[in-house]
């Protein structure tokens, strides 16, 4: 790193962490070396760029864009602090011009032009680090990787492909030049690492690469790119690479020298002329920004001369910028035919006057702007010029004598007003604050040299030396100026109060609060906890946990930005810790009548002033049993405020308690010099005053509902504290809307109700203002019917008759038939099952035929009474079921016992022996007969007959043979 002869403009690249931070790790991991890192960088400008005149260039980071960095705003935020550290150690390094840069890194696909959604990718940190950047770098190696042998290659393999990628890469850094003048208003630099690396045709593929670059010249300047650096050499400082191949034939042209262990690239820079610097391996000195003039930057141009005019030499070869210098020109070919004469100085013709052929004299005019070496040239016609002859402008070092004020803040924007000699106007002056960017300086328009400057803002507190500059070169010596943290100013504190064992987040409003990288909180002497700055506007507002207190009561608490200066105290008061309320008991009572209310929850503190607060309507002391339990009356209140009210139990932590014996109507009074401790809401309800009832016609009605039901009694107020009718009738749990008819008397409709059967009646507001009760009775609606399966069934009943219909399956159900009645089974919500009694008196068995075979009328009946629309059920006579005679023959007068069933006894009841001889049967049991064998009448004769049996002379059993005997 030695710099006996400087030939050529430093450029240092310096990888930020090393490899720690490209793809694995996150920043959180490096925080701890953070500190190394910086000290590292301020060494490195102590023994390296200390070595150098002129400018230099560091650039930060060239794989900016690699793993998370390109997303993460703090490591922006770090670069930005070293590059203020970086400006800080070499601003005390009079013939350095330090210029510090960031980084990209390689910058896409090198098949592409333009890739702004991959650049985009970058701004996150990019944007929070540009603002401190002198410029921007971007990097690209244009090379081959071959996937089959893993390795990189030296050569290239496809001409097609590689005449594509050493066409774009000139043209790419053009698009990305233009991305970073528009997105972040910084000038770039644009270096390749060649590594001489060779196309298929043996070319030097950066040869072929820098044509291009000429060709472009003129839109680079114009898109703010300063400067083009193929890298074809390296000094390695970190000990990481190796002659392993991976930079071609740049491993045997440069030493790899892991001598050092600071991490940086010495390379070859081109600066302002690309055909000088192939040509003659020297650079020029760029101002910085450079001017957009691409003659002088990336061409070189031949400029007309004439032999026959000549400058030999100029008395004095300086003036001031700020023009008037008479300059004498000596030379020749200066008196031709009489024409006026021009000097041309920096491009500005101003008038000459011929002394001799040989001499002449010109007043300088104000520089353009620039300062150092200009051409300087005379013509004396129109026609003639002599070749330009090196002018140099220089303006008399600005001197700083007072500077008011002597301090500012670090969040900026302080108007800083300087006095002092030698202020020149249209030279870029400006102010700059120790190594921050130098900011404009604008005269004030009072004393001739009295100018004001803005201080920056910054990301710490320091003093620096504050300096007055033209174009970035010419300094002023420095004086001592302060940038200090502001002083917060603090409003209020919300919550105000907080639990004595701390740990709750409060929020602090006021101004001035540093958001660049801590704030605190102090809690009267306890050590400060950290804040979270919460930036609004003016950075208004810090958050912050509560350090545990001492005692209970109130402290100062204040905020620093640095840990000595503090802001205005607001008073903090810590509390037992915070009451909680978990219930009230009762949670209700009448607005007529003070109540006593049980209050239980956790926290209470038992020698503190204690009050309930119901809600606005009013508050009353407190009585304290225990941590857990105390007790308050409600207070006394009108119709007007019934309804429910926020419940919360209040106590006093300092200062004079009020001194209550009763209970207070409005809002409790919070004062502002007392600290309190408040509770959780919970709800208190202030009811009506009950009505009272003497009695209430009808006193029944169908379970449907709708009855209309008039009470009578004392009380009834048809308004509430909202001023609307609110009086209800409760029929158990469910209530319906009243009509007020007079004082004493009020009407409902009763509600539909889910069961039969009787309810309290109660009117009120709610159901905690409940009057007395009176009873009703809701009756079953009559059931409905729709068919009977069977519709009919014998005189002698006894057959299941199913129901249809719509039933009550709670209720007990009876069914008519006629003037029988039998209990209903098996009921269901649409049918429910009948047994038919019997249709006959079996004491009186001749009355059959003539009263029971034919229609009955059919109902469903409740126990109440109600019945069910009438259907009809028909009775009849059963047809009998013979099986066999005992005996199956006989003579005239023979007993026979015939079996079967349906033998109905009555006067037809019947045996006939074949077609016309009948018999009359008696009835002996349910499942048999007796009847004799009837003579024969004449001219019949003996043998088999069919026996049948009727129990009305119409329906017939099926025969069964019978033998007749002689």
Known sequence: MKNENQTVTPVFLLWWFGSHAHYSHKLEE????????????????????????????????????????????????????????????????????????????????????????????????????????????????????????????????????????????????????????????????????????????????????????????????????????????????????????????????????????????????????????????????????????????????QQPTNATVAILALNPSSGLATGGTRVTIVGRGFNLNNVTPYCYIAGVRVNATVITDSIAVCVTPQSPGILGAVNFAFSPNAALQSPPVSFQYYLNTPMIGFVFPTSASTIGGTPVTIRGANFAFGFNLRCQFGPLQPVVATFTGGAPDEIVCISPKTLRARDVNLRVLYNGATLSPPVRFELVWPVPTISKVVPSTGSIVGGQEVTVFGINFNDYFYAWCKFGQVYPTDAQVVQYSAYTRVKCPTAPGSAIGCVNLTVTNDGAHYSNPVQFCYTPEQPVLTSIAPSFGPVNIKTNVVVTGERFGSTLPSFCLFGRVGYSPAQVFNSTTAQCASPLTTVFNSGLHNFTFVQQLNGTAPSLNDSVLGDFRFSPSVSYAVTNTLRWNYTLPAPFLTSLTPSSGPQTGGTQVTIYGSGFITYNYTGSASLLCFFGLNSSPVTVLTETSIRCDSPASSFVGTVRVAVGYDQFSLSNSLNFTYLSPPPKVNYLDPPSGPVYGGNPVIVYGVFNRFQTYFCDFGTDTVQALSVRSDSLVCVAPPAVNCLNPENVTALYDGLVPFTVRQENGTSSLKLWYRYYIPTPVVVDAIPASGVYGTPVTVRGKDFFPGAKLRCQFGGDLYSIATKVDEYSVTCLVPPRKRGSFPGVVPLRVTNDLVNFSDPIPFTILQ
């Open 30 to 301: 490096l925080e701890p070396e953070i500190p190394s890192y910086m000290s590292e960088l301020k060494r490195f400008v102590k023994e390296v760029v200390s070595t150098y005149t002129g400018p230099v260039y560091i650039v930060l980071d060239p794989e900016y864009n690699i793993g998370f960095l390109r997303k993460n705003v703090r490591f922006g935020l770090l670069m930005a602090e070293a590059a203020e550290i970086l400006r800080e150690e070499a601003s005390v390094l009079p013939r350095v011009d330090l210029k510090v840069g960031l980084g990209i890194g390689d910058f896409g696909n090198k098949l592409r032009i333009s890739e702004e959604k991959e650049w985009d990718s970058y701004r996150p940190s990019l944007a929070a680090a540009a603002p401190s950047m002198d410029f921007i770098s971007f990097t690209q190696m244009p090379r081959q990787y071959d996937a089959k042998r893993e390795k990189w290659m030296c050569e290239s393999k496809d001409e097609k492909e590689w005449d594509i990628v050493h066409k774009n890469l000139p043209t790419r850094a053009l698009a990305l030049a233009r991305w970073i003048k528009q997105k972040f208003d910084r000038p770039s630099m644009f270096h390749y690492y060649s590594t001489l690396y060779k196309s298929s045709t043996g070319d030097m593929v950066h040869s072929k690469i820098l044509d291009h670059v000429k060709i472009l010249a003129k839109s680079y300047l114009d898109e703010g790119l300063f400067a083009v650096a193929p890298l074809d050499s390296f000094d390695d400082h970190s000990g990481n690479l190796h002659h392993d191949g991976f930079w071609c034939e740049s491993d045997t042209k440069a030493g790899i020298l892991p001598t050092q262990p600071l991490e940086g690239r010495e390379v070859k820079l081109m600066t302002q002329n690309v055909a000088q610097w192939t040509s003659e391996k020297k650079a020029v000195n760029p101002t910085f920004p450079p001017k957009p003039a691409i003659d002088m930057i990336f061409t070189k141009r």
